[in-house]
């Protein structure tokens, strides 16, 4: 399944991070892509918030640790960004909790596992693109509209 997704405020990427979090059920990879700024960590932040409000405060840019997990009231997330990575093993998160990957084009092959990979383009100061496909996952339909 594709679909673009627009949104032209912090507001509606909150409401996607919320509707997407209302279908999700711990197993996922979340492949993001996009330029510095894109708002690949701010949206993370937002799923993470959407999943449990407590852990909001927690989420930040796991570009220089690599790798941050936040336990939330629903399952482990397991915040990861291959900026500065070439090699990452990703066997002691993958199906133990919710994936979040940042600069995924970098990826490595994740065909057992539900996968989203969301595109940010960025049209202006404002406004991005996110171009959303899943593999693995059609459960999330109704999340994705």
């Not at 009231?73 to 998160?93: G, T």
Request: hydrophobic share 40%; proline share 3%.
């Amino acid at each position: 399944m594709k679909v673009a997704k627009n949104i032209d405020s912090l507001n509606q990427l909150k409401s996607f991070a919320l509707n997407l979090s209302k279908c999700l059920k711990g197993n996922e990879v979340i492949l993001l892509k996009g330029d510095l700024a894109a708002g690949k960590t701010t949206f993370t932040r937002f799923l993470v918030s959407a999943v449990d409000p407590e852990a909001e405060d927690q989420v930040s840019s796991p570009t220089f640790s690599v790798m941050n997990e936040y336990e939330t009231l629903r399952f482990p997330v397991y915040h990861i960004d291959l900026y500065r990575v070439k090699d990452f093993d990703f066997s002691d998160v993958l199906g133990h909790g919710l994936v979040v990957v940042e600069w995924a084009e970098k990826m490595i092959d994740v065909d057992d596992y539900p996968v989203i990979f969301i595109d940010i383009k960025i049209v202006n100061e404002n406004k991005r693109v996110f171009n959303i496909e899943t593999r693995n996952a059609d459960y999330l339909k109704e999340c994705l509209k």
